[in-house]
């Protein structure tokens, strides 16, 4: 796709690698709608990249259709959908609580399911569009203290393979990207201390550039997912 003629969606577009995305795709001519649930921080982050900011919990049903419908109505339809928002919650399996556990699926796996849900309706109409899925190398092989944010994105990843076999034949690009350690506020967010910086680890430039890269190719292109990892993260 020309991404300088994309209509753009990013939930949790107002930090980490929803911010970065956001901004990579404003530069490159992208029409961008960013959402998030703390409204002061999320039309921060849409003065800082040009994007129109929706205030809207992705895990409310209610919110997810307005928010679709808002996008369609400001954006003239969109055809692009970056399934960014999430966190986590960090605890031996012994120590989860429910509410820790229900959280954390209830943006990560719910929020994401009917973003895409009401997002796929518009594209099979439009026959053709794009939803990437941003997941995370916890995704891939669980770790300690991992068990509600580490089962959340193996569930995402599921996820992402039912959604692919069902809307291609509508032209409909499924893609996803597992991201390793990125210096975001993610760890401090999560409760746990922040990240050690240093400049070989990763950035949310760098997951977005390849987010961009993905949805640059030829829509003919499908590529079913990628894992970026840094080269020699020191702490």
């Given amino acids: 796709m020309e991404l300088k003629k994309a209509k753009v969606l990013v939930t949790g577009g107002s930090s980490g690698i929803g911010l970065a995305t956001a901004k ?60 960014n ?11 989860m609580t429910v509410a820790d556990f229900q959280s954390v699926w209830e943006t990560n796996v719910l929020g994401a399911m009917l973003v895409a849900r009401d997002s796929a309706r518009h594209f099979v109409h439009m026959q053709g569009g794009n939803i990437v899925n941003v997941a995370s190398t916890s995704g891939q092989r669980g770790g300690a203290n991992g068990t509600a944010y580490a089962s959340s994105k193996f569930a995402l990843a599921g996820l992402t393979d039912v959604w692919r076999t069902e809307l291609r034949q509508h032209g409909i690009r499924v893609m996803q990207i597992n991201p390793s350690e990125v210096l975001t506020e993610f760890r401090a967010n999560s409760g746990r201390p922040s990240a050690v910086e240093t400049p070989t680890k990763l950035r949310a430039d760098d997951i977005a550039d390849v987010i961009a890269n993905m949805l640059a190719l030829d829509d003919r292109v499908l590529v079913k997912d990628v894992t970026v990892w840094a080269t020699n993260p020191k702490d």
């Avoid at 928010?67 to 692009?80: A, F, K, M, S």
């Avoid at 928002?85 to 120590?95: C, I, K, T």
């Fill in 85 to 95: 928002a999430g966190f986590g919650r960090f605890a031996p399996l012994v120590d």
């Fill in 24 to 83: 990579r795709l404003v530069s490159a001519g992208a029409k961008v709608a960013i959402c998030g649930r703390n409204g002061q921080r999320l039309r921060a982050a849409a003065e800082s990249t040009g994007a129109m900011a929706i205030e809207a919990d992705v895990s409310r049903e209610a919110d997810v259709a307005r928010l679709i419908q808002t996008v369609i109505r400001e954006l003239g339809g969109y055809d692009t959908l970056i399934n």
